[in-house]
């Protein structure tokens, strides 16, 4: 799992709200929602397996400097070791390679040749450690339980109804690169046909704790699946917002549903959780994390096993899963999500801006996309893909923006760019700045028709100055055809 980043105090309101009120401390009762799927026969994924798997990942960091970090010998072993295990299975692999600051990494993405291509379900987690260590809980531990699951499958005789994929992501540990470079790679029609993407990020933590994400409201019915797994099994579990440190985010980001497992790292175990999972109160989940101690000796067995096991439910789970027939494209608003209700769903761009923080108001419901307001040198973006059909006759791009300053002057220190990106070419429809801002909300209208037959991308994109604060606040999207 990759470092924390502190974030500033309106980045991290905006971050618990989008959490849904999540927290790692946060109560085993679980909030009303609506019921989860019934929980399934589950497959018994092989505890030796997956340790065998842990074994040969730690053979190749030791005959390779001690690492398997991005750019080095190790990982590139690791990528060959995994996708002949998959190869040999059937599964269809492809190797993504990208550049990084510590040389070419790559991701390697495996799809089981059967199911309704148009129905995708991932699992996920990254493959590569940490330059002082061998990664076998961070993470090589999600990395063989992912795997293990997908071969037990694969020798299963299971008939899949949707598409099954596996990731194994390159670079995580500078950044989440590879699961960005992924998405990035992505037409909006792929992203569309991924229905959901599951992390596993660190399962065998030798004191360990049972934690499932809470940070996306779109991702809250797999979340449910998963807890619903543990309470069946009668093991004791937890929310947890892990604050975007891992390789869900890059889905988030487009509005997919994500959830994910975890066993803890760093922080402390309370007395509390202690009681509740044994193991060592006031000693960390996981003292090895980032250390060039996280060998196969700091592994927790019975961790790694439920974690593969609830792995394995997951992959059976979502593999028959009926999604029934592709919906079809949205009419009237091109826009989901258009007025910000549902947090970040839907919009990519910067992590903050999409918020219900009241500091600034809202012109209908809570939420509403509230870029600048910072006071010193930052960008933000806020922007979604949308496809406008090529028998529209018109396309009309609207919004509501009401601003203010605490710049004075006819200089424009501050501006927001409204741009449609299509391709290669940004074009930018109207820039507005922090001369002549009005508190009071106003509509702004474009018309869009010349991109009618494209998919392009709307976007928001704020520049603000290294002092005194300039907001703009956008809500009530609209892209209407006729």
């Avoid at 497959?43 to 798997?53: E, K, R, W």
């Avoid at 989440?176 to 790679?185: D, E």
Wanted: net charge negative.
């Amino acid at each position: 799992m990759a470092n924390p980043t502190r974030l500033t105090a309106r980045l991290a309101v905006s971050a618990l709200c989008l959490a849904g009120a999540a927290s790692a401390a946060s109560a085993s009762a679980a909030p009303v929602a609506a019921a989860p799927t019934a929980v399934t026969a589950s497959p018994d994924i092989s505890l030796a397996n997956t340790q065998a798997h842990l074994t040969q990942l730690q053979s190749i960091a030791t005959a390779n400097g001690g690492n398997r970090g991005t750019g080095r010998p190790g990982y590139a072993a690791s990528i060959s070791y995994v996708k002949g295990k998959l190869d040999a299975a059937g599964f269809v692999t492809t190797v993504q390679s990208f550049s990084t600051s510590s040389g070419t990494s790559s991701n390697l993405v495996a799809e089981w040749p059967a199911g309704d291509p148009d129905h995708v379900v991932m699992l996920g987690g990254h493959l590569d450690s940490v330059a002082n260590g061998a990664g076998i809980n961070d993470n090589g531990s999600g990395s063989a339980g992912i795997l293990e699951s997908a071969l037990t499958y694969a020798a299963s005789g299971q008939s899949a109804k949707n598409r099954l994929r596996v990731a194994f992501w390159g670079a995580e540990e500078l950044g989440l690169l590879g699961s960005k470079h992924y998405m990035s790679t992505l037409s909006t029609a792929d992203k569309d046909r991924i229905e959901v993407y599951l992390n596993v990020d660190m399962i065998g933590s030798p004191n360990p704790g049972y934690f499932v994400y809470d940070d996306n409201p779109a991702g809250n019915g797999a979340r449910d699946e998963l807890t619903s797994w543990y309470t069946a099994k009668g093991i004791p579990w937890e929310y947890i917002d892990v604050q975007g440190r891992s390789d869900h985010a890059a889905f988030r980001s487009y509005g997919i549903p994500t959830a994910g497992i975890f066993s803890g790292a760093e922080t402390l175990k309370t007395s509390s959780q202690a009681q509740k999972w044994g193991g060592t109160g006031g000693r960390a989940f996981d003292p090895c994390y980032h250390s060039s101690c996280d060998t196969t000796a700091n592994i927790n067995a019975t961790s790694l096993d439920r974690g593969a096991d609830l792995i394995g439910h997951m992959l059976w789970l979502y593999a028959a899963k009926d999604y029934g027939t592709t919906p079809p494209q949205p009419t009237g608003n091109l826009l989901l999500n258009p007025g910000f209700e549902s947090g970040a769903v839907s919009w990519a761009g910067t992590v903050g801006p999409i918020t219900n923080n009241t500091g600034r108001p809202a012109r209908t419901g809570t939420w509403k996309a509230w870029l600048g307001g910072n006071g010193s040198t930052s960008t933000e973006s806020v922007q979604q893909s949308v496809s406008i059909p090529s028998t529209a006759s018109s396309a009309t791009l609207s919004f509501w923006l009401r601003s203010d300053t605490a710049e004075s002057g006819s200089t424009a220190y501050d501006t927001m760019k409204v741009q449609v990106v299509d391709g290669a070419t940004t074009s930018t429809l109207a820039t507005y700045s922090n001369v002549g801002t009005s508190a009071t909300y106003a509509q702004k209208t474009f018309n869009v028709t010349a991109y009618k037959g494209k998919t392009v991308t709307l976007k928001f994109l704020l520049s603000e100055d290294s002092s005194l604060q300039t907001s703009f606040v956008v809500d009530d999207t609209s892209l209407a055809t006729s």
